[in-house]
């Protein structure tokens, strides 16, 4: 376990009171929060079917691929982080993208790309691989009976939530029609679908249907395969069928630390996303977070500053720990974070240079059930409908994930001379996604993940801190106006939930403000002996159940 300074022991249970309920069998003891409320009722579906988290958390990740599909999808990847019960285990899966062996590394320098080369964004798909390796490690039930609520989605039709209608009729739909089976499906007679208008995607649903009979392996070889390379190779694209067949899902040591009393784990490289949250707490206090007051102005503040110290860290720092490993433990040491707080003053902000690279498409599920499993996934495509680009007899929507790697024009901005994220082939990009779970005594009080880019971190850091500190309940928590770091100048970044008041007393501490309801959503699952709640980002209309 790493420590951090700035820790006081303090109660042994959360701040907020769970509802009582009325008699101890209403107790709920399983549950699930996803950003798709088809894909939270998939979760609880395989639960009363004698699923575990595990099975729970793959099944709705399919599902989520044909429902959410701006946001995840077979042609994505992600990061699993798992607590198994049974011997209080904890497990970070990476099946992030993956650079091509033919990557055109000087040609990413040039973003943004014309959209005739925007092929040579797409990384290798992880995700089915991801998910396969899941349930053999965890999973109980079939393989094959995971993947029927996806499949029965896209071949028999599924109902438009509130999300994925705003972005069919957005200022992007013309991108996102470039899509063949997208089109046809989700633009039915050359009309964006409406709330609650069925649709199906018949491509996907013979994929689907592959996948269950044949297993993974049949995305990354023989038809599906070649489909996908010829879709993105027309793109400018150096993927080849060697690269999907060489995909591998690495396992990697989880990021775990201990903050007043709590034990705190999340994702270690090449996420960035655990590194922020590792950072705030290592750098104050309970205490002081509850008198600044995260929602306030001078917490705010205090938060952004010490958020911009971490977006550094990660320019300089993360990369793919395959090819080049980071010192964590050094980067957290207590004097380091102390004398980097020293500098933070409440009464004016430090001038730092731009991170240039940004990502959107996210979708995080998190899942528990009645033995203490609990899953927190957070998968993606990266930017809406990712490259806008599909397989044509496969209707697998491919990822744009290599825009996340460092630009050489941001690495000069800070004065890196060899970033860590820059393009090479094989290496997975840095990412801001952030699953996290926080155990005290062992076991799970909450679990939560979140979708948005470079508002991930930041945003499930507030979240989390907003549950630990002020006692809120993690309906209230998800609801609170948060804010984020402008990736591109590490400007303060608003939703509207905050008062003119407050930007105002932001702008006289130094900050550089801009009200902006930013695509972002946080899922929460919390634990205590009255049973489990959940809540879920109304943001991008999503759903908790429990059961």
């Known amino acids: 376990m790493l420590p951090l300074a700035a820790a006081s ?13 009325g008699r101890a069998a209403a ?14 009722r998939t979760a609880l579906a395989e639960l009363k079917r004698g699923g575990n988290a595990v099975d729970a958390v793959i099944a709705a990740a399919l599902a989520a691929g044909v429902v959410a599909p701006t ?18 285990s904890d497990t970070v899966l990476d099946f992030r993208e993956t650079a091509p062996a033919g990557i055109d590394g000087a040609a990413l320098d040039h973003r943004p790309l014309p959209d005739a080369e925007r092929g040579k964004l797409v990384g290798v798909p992880g995700e089915a691989r991801g998910l396969a390796e899941l349930h053999r490690r965890f999973g109980k039930r079939p393989w094959a009976e995971l993947v029927e609520a996806a499949l029965r989605f896209a071949r028999d039709g599924f109902a438009v939530d509130m999300h994925l209608a705003e972005q069919l009729r957005g200022k992007n739909q013309a991108r996102f029609r470039q899509v063949a089976s997208l089109d046809r499906a989700l633009w039915p007679g050359g009309k964006a679908a409406l709330l609650g208008q069925r649709v199906k995607r018949p491509e996907l649903a013979k994929t689907l249907a592959t996948l269950a009979a044949q297993g993974p392996d049949s995305v990354y070889s023989g038809p599906i395969a070649a489909d996908l390379v010829a879709a993105a190779r027309q793109f400018g694209s150096a993927i080849t069928t060697e ?16 903050w007043e009393g709590y034990e705190i784990v999340t994702m270690p490289p090449p996420s960035a996303g655990g590194l922020l949250l590792a950072e705030v707490l290592g750098s104050y206090s309970r205490d002081e977070l509850e008198r600044a007051g995260v929602r306030e102005p001078l917490g705010v503040h205090l938060l952004a500053e010490t958020m911009r110290g971490a977006f550094v860290d990660r ?38 240079r731009a991170i240039a690279d940004d990502e959107h498409g ?3 599920l998190v899942v528990a059930d009645a033995q203490g499993n609990v899953v927190s996934l957070t998968t993606t495509v990266n930017t809406a409908f990712g490259a806008k680009i599909a397989g044509e007899s496969s209707g697998i929507v491919l990822n744009d994930e290599l825009d996340d790697f460092t630009p050489r024009s941001a690495a000069d901005a800070l004065g890196i001379a060899f970033p860590p994220n820059v393009a090479r082939p094989g290496l997975r990009p840095t990412s801001s996604m952030t699953p996290t779970i926080v155990l005290k005594d062992g076991k799970p009080v909450l679990a939560l993940g979140g979708s948005g880019g470079q508002a991930i971190a930041p945003n499930v850091t507030q979240t989390l801190l907003g549950i630990l500190v002020h006692g809120e ?11 984020m770091l402008n990736p591109r100048d590490l400007s303060l970044a608003l939703n509207s939930g905050f008062s003119d008041a407050a930007r105002a007393d932001l702008e006289r501490r130094g900050e550089k403000v801009k009200v902006v309801d930013f695509p972002t959503a946080v899922q929460v699952l919390a634990f205590s002996p009255s049973g489990v709640v959940g809540a879920s980002d109304p943001r991008k209309g999503g759903v908790a159940l429990v059961q």
Not at 473 to 482: C, N, S, Y
């Open 315 to 352: 320019a300089r720092f993360i990369g793919d720990p395959g090819f080049l490993p980071v010192d964590i433990q050094r980067l957290l040491l207590p004097a380091r974070l102390a004398a980097r707080k020293a500098k933070v003053s409440p009464d004016s902000t430090q001038t730092l």
């Open 473 to 483: 309940t993690p309906a209230q928590a998800v609801k609170a106006p948060r804010f």
């Open 71 to 88: 946001s995840s999808g077979l042609g994505g990847g992600g990061f699993a982080l798992v607590h198994r019960a049974s011997d209080h």
């Open 243 to 258: 690269d999907l067949a060489h995909y591998a899902v690495r396992e990697r040591p989880v990021l775990e630390f201990a």
């Open 27 to 40: 107790r709920a003891k399983a549950g699930a929060a996803t950003e798709s409320a088809l894909s939270t």
């Open 362 to 364: 996210t979708h995080a």
């Open 9 to 21: 022991l303090v109660s042994a249970s959360l701040a907020f009171a769970l509802p009582t309920p």
